[in-house]
């Protein structure tokens, strides 16, 4: 299932405030850029012997060392055009030209790789004569580090088949990386393991060295490493295999060598071979003479038999490749809970290209399962996908390629790796019983069909498919549900009745392709076969099917946006499963109704009801893991629209971590935590935070989906809005058209997903006074959508609102108020008056007409607001909040002083209540309340309110007019009392002078006068 949101949502619209009430935040970036300036001048006398400035390395900043070898100097930097911290190496002045090389080499040999465990090269590049790389910044500690402080000898050899998959990455790019140790790999501050180094490595094609040298190194410097010529050992000595250390040839066994060296190293505490000379590990290797395991190391003696293979004298006696040696390795760490098998699978598999006649012959013999694979996913089905993507001629798809095919490899790979796991608990080691056989089986076959299915569809693939390829492989069922017995024991029996069986595995392998088609984003094809399935199901009146095909149908509803029927279905799903103790769905369907319940119908405390539920069936012994965190982050969605963000935040948060836990830090559910995380703390004012996470979030669906997908355009818009808001114009003008242009080459011109980054764009110009980029931007965005949608639609509505409230920040009342006018006459006709959208157009026009001083006009406008918002749905404390800010505002405008205050107090009681006693957006109407007890004779109540304010103004980051303002109420408050007066009007002095410049010209003047009149000024 997916969250309740996209990971990738940029709406470009803005909650209204009241009349005057956003500040500017000051742009920082010019003290950033000094400070970046003054530290790269430091380093750049120190690297070259003269101050370079900012063109030494290009468009990098220089900020700092991060270590020194003998052969050159790493440096943090800064790469301003793509706004990322990189490494940089640059050579010593008296490196040679064959360790000039060498960089070179390594550059070149690792921008051959993409891979998450293989750090990633971006440049090389020249400096007055000298070579230098940039490449991916990685903070963390060697692998060596890692495991000194891990005890469990599976999450070791977890990480080790972690690094060896980028080992693996390098040889299917035909190259060896020849200097593979603990040292040479670094875990990440997220657990992530990528090797580096490559400065010995080779490619397979070229000329093998040989010739006998005795110059192999000692352990040393990750980065001391010297170009091998004829006759020359290089690499780290205990590291080496034999033919390494004799100078001979080496290809990527040599790698599988040092590989399990370093393994046998993090899980004995000790290197295989003994001897620290060359001669005396060339006699330990030679003679077969490995250490024996020390008594109590836990670790499995199958474990050290595949280690032994690995470090082999000769290489022909190695496993075939790193791939064979990891998913041997990949089935020692797999959960044992496992007993046994051995009989027969027939399920589901004649749809799918292997029916019983061939399985039969295939039988179940340990090597066939790749056999089961063949017209699934093989050499012919391939090309097949290759050629429906290619064709379809989408700009990033050769990129997804690319990405679909080593995720089927991948699948299909650990597929049969899992298939011959099964086979040989039984067969060779006779650990599980022939019935936990059966349920491993069947869920293996559930799993083949799937992965069919989702090769067929790609076979089959349009233009628009292309967007959801990646995405659909990704939402491929979990292989390591089939080792989890005791949750697919839990699982329904199938029908005692063998003609009611066949039926029944027909129309689960129907509702299969449902959920493959769900993936896809084929809502109305799943929507059919599941319905189709509904009415199957009824009359063959067996439950547990209806269960799954209301459940699929209820899903598809949820997509085609028809909120109410989805609900229907997912508790009927619901409340049958409880019936018949389906507990995997029961957890799944009130983790669906959570979202559909109290995000999308909005019934707020329902879905929170359903959320406590979710999570308690989701951290059951059952369900799914990752159900967890979908309960967590569609709880928090509701908890978001309810104006409770606080709490919304701790379940992001939570959900986060179970969805790095469960499903990895590279999957589109975790960038959709990330990015529920920015969400609401920009809208606490903590952008730093925002940006960091919005960042997180851009960089996994790069990874995940390619830098030219238009999802990733629609991360990159968010990271620009942040930026934005923190007042940083430039570089989130840079980073919202790299969206466009991602939109652009990906979509076309005038699809309608580019009119929000125009809108973006449009509001960017507008904050900074290019008024004709601005029109040109908007209008542009409204003839997309007008296009696309016709005048008369929501979404339209939407940009001429956004449209008009940035037309008022630039002064522009009539312009504004006509905009306004226009999105709230389409949203009553096409949504209702009572619709959540329409409300908000309706107090936008009020704020807007208050702004320019028609206040009477305004003033049944925002009542009328308040009113609805108080009968319906869909409205939390803050916007409530809000509203009754703005029509205090309003009646004070008009003299009513005593109603402004009774709403001025119903906001400050509502946004405490949402927010806490002491958060900053309290500020402004703790002070707007100290105005109004001040005009009421109220000093006591406004010196109480004011002190508040200030407090909270000084310790936490606002802008300083804030706190200038907060000080002036103060004296004002303090003025009433003649022995403070002199305080008082100390204080007022003070804050005067600090807000000039900084506050609007009225409240300046206000400030003016009260001075005047005292005779302060």
């Not at 977890?158 to 190259?175: P, S």
């Not at 290797?285 to 190391?297: E, F, H, L, W, Y």
């Not at 200038?964 to 003070?990: C, G, H, N, V």
Request: hydrophobic share 40%; net charge negative; proline share 4%.
């Amino acid at each position: 299932m997916t969250s309740s949101r996209s990971p990738v949502d940029a709406d470009p619209t803005t909650k209204p405030d009241s009349p005057g009430s956003r500040d500017e935040r000051s742009d920082s970036t010019s003290a950033q850029s000094l400070e970046r300036r003054i530290v790269f001048e430091t380093v750049g006398k120190r690297l070259f012997g003269r101050s370079t400035g900012l063109v030494s390395l290009g468009r990098f900043v220089v900020l700092g060392t991060i270590g020194r070898g003998g052969m050159g100097t790493v440096y943090k930097a800064y790469d301003e055009s793509l706004d990322r911290s990189i490494a940089i190496k640059v050579l010593h002045t008296e490196t040679s030209e064959e360790h000039a090389l060498r960089l070179q080499r390594e550059a070149q040999a690792l921008a051959k790789l993409s891979h998450p465990n293989v750090v990633h090269v971006y440049e090389v590049g020249m400096v007055d004569g000298r070579r230098f790389i940039a490449m991916e910044l990685v903070v963390g500690r060697t692998l060596r580090q890692w495991h000194e402080g891990e005890h469990d000898w599976r999450a070791r050899v977890r990480k080790y088949i972690d690094v060896g998959a980028g080992l693996a990455a390098a040889h299917a790019a035909g190259l060896v990386h020849r200097d593979f140790k603990p040292d040479n790999c670094i875990v990440d501050d997220r657990g992530c393991p990528k090797v580096l180094d490559f400065g010995l490595v080779r490619d397979v094609g070229s000329a093998a060295e040989s010739g006998p040298s005795s110059s192999a190194r000692s352990d040393g410097d990750a980065f001391d490493t010297a170009l091998t010529s004829t006759g020359t050992v290089m690499g780290t000595r205990g590291y080496m295999p034999p033919e390494q250390l004799e100078g001979l040839g080496t290809d990527q066994r040599s790698d599988q060598f040092a590989f399990c060296v370093s393994l046998h190293e993090a899980l004995y505490g000790a290197r295989p071979f003994a001897g620290t000379t060359r001669a005396a590990l060339l006699h330990s290797m030679s003679t077969g003479n490995v250490q024996p395991a020390p008594k109590g190391s836990g670790v499995p003696e199958a474990v050290r038999r595949i280690l032994l293979r690995g470090l082999a004298a000769d290489p022909e006696q190695r496993w075939s490749s790193m791939d064979e040696l990891l998913a041997a390795l990949r089935r020692q760490v797999a959960p044992r809970t496992w007993r046994a098998l051995a009989t027969g699978l027939a399920l589901g598999l004649t749809a799918t290209g292997i029916g019983l006649a061939s399985y039969a012959q295939v039988g179940f013999r340990c090597e066939g399962a790749d056999a089961h694979l063949r017209g699934v996913w093989d050499d012919a089905r391939r090309q097949e996908v290759e050629r429906a993507l290619l064709h379809t001629r989408v700009s990033y798809a050769a990129d997804t390629w690319e990405r679909v095919e080593q995720r089927l490899d991948d699948y299909a790979a650990r597929w049969a790796d899992k298939h011959t796991e099964v086979c040989e608990a039984t067969s060779v080691r006779q650990e599980q019983s022939a019935a936990t056989m059966d349920l491993r089986m069947e869920c293996l076959a559930r799993r083949r069909i799937a992965l069919a299915q989702s090769v067929e569809l790609l076979v089959e693939i349009d233009a628009e498919g292309v967007e959801t390829a990646t995405e659909l492989l990704v939402g491929l069922p979990r292989l390591e549900r089939c080792d989890e017995v005791e949750a697919l024991r839990a699982e329904l029996a199938p029908p005692e009745d063998q003609q009611l069986d066949a039926r029944v595995r027909a129309e689960r392998e129907r509702l299969q392709q449902a959920a493959t088609s769900l993936r896809a984003g084929q809502y109305e094809r799943a929507w059919t076969t599941a319905n189709d399935v509904v009415d199957r199901a009824t009359a063959l009146e067996y439950t547990p099917l209806m269960v799954e095909a209301l459940f699929q149908r209820g899903r598809a509803r949820d997509e085609r946006g028809e909120y109410a029927e989805a609900a229907s279905d997912l508790e009927r799903s619901h409340l049958l499963a409880a019936q018949v103790g389906y507990h995997s769905l029961q957890a799944e369907t009130a983790a669906w109704l959570v979202r559909v319940v109290g995000y999308r119908l909005a019934r707020h405390d329902e879905g929170r009801w359903w959320g406590k539920t979710a999570l308690a069936l989701a951290r059951g012994p059952y369900a799914e893991p990752a159900v967890e965190g979908y309960s967590l982050v569609n709880e928090g969605s509701v908890l978001r629209e309810q104006g409770e963000p606080r709490q919304a935040l701790e379940r992001f948060r939570e959900a986060l971590g179970v969805f790095e836990r469960t499903l990895g830090t590279d999957h589109p559910s975790t960038a959709s935590a990330e990015h529920d995380i920015a969400a609401v703390l920009r809208t606490q004012g903590e952008l730093d935070q925002a940006l960091e996470h919005q960042q997180r979030a851009l960089a996994i669906l790069e990874r995940v989906l390619g830098p030219g997908h238009p999802k990733v355009a629609m991360a990159v818009n968010g990271v620009g809005l942040v930026l934005k808001q923190q007042g940083k114009h430039d570089e989130a003008l840079v980073v919202l058209e790299r969206a466009l242009a991602i939109q652009e080459s990906a979509l076309g011109p005038e699809h309608p997903d580019i009119a929000a980054t125009l809108a973006n764009i449009g509001n960017l110009h507008m904050q900074t006074d290019r008024r004709p980029e601005a029109l040109r931007s908007y209008e542009r965005a409204l003839a997309i959508k007008e296009k696309a949608l016709g005048a008369q639609h929501p979404e339209f509505a939407t940009l001429l609102s956004n449209m008009g409230k940035m037309l008022a920040q630039r002064g522009e009342h009539q312009a504004a108020q006509s905009y306004l006018q226009r999105a709230l006459a389409i949203r009553e006709r096409a949504l209702g008056p009572a619709h959540a959208d329409t409300v908000t157009t309706l107090l936008d026009l009020g704020v807007v007409t208050s702004m320019f001083g028609d206040h009477a006009a305004a003033l049944p406008h925002v009542a009328r607001a308040l009113e609805l918002q108080e009968q319906g749905e869909g409205f939390g404390p803050l916007d409530l909040a809000l509203t009754h800010n703005n029509l205090g505002a309003i009646l004070d405008s008009l003299g009513r002083i005593e109603e402004s205050r009774a709403h001025s107090l119903e906001a400050l009681a509502l946004r405490e209540q949402a927010l806490g006693p002491d958060h900053v957006e309290l500020v402004r109407p703790l002070l707007g309340l100290a105005r109004l007890d001040i005009g009421a004779g109220r000093f006591a109540d406004a010196q109480k309110r004011a002190e508040h304010a200030l407090a909270i103004a000084k310790s936490q980051p606002v802008a300083p007019e804030h706190v200038a303002w907060a000080r002036f109420i103060l004296a004002q408050a303090l003025w009433s009392e003649p022995r403070q007066r002199e305080r008082a009007a100390t204080m007022a002095k003070d804050a005067y002078v600090a807000a000039e410049g900084k506050v609007v010209e009225t409240s300046l003047a206000e400030m003016r006068r009260w001075l005047e009149a005292r005779d302060l000024l």
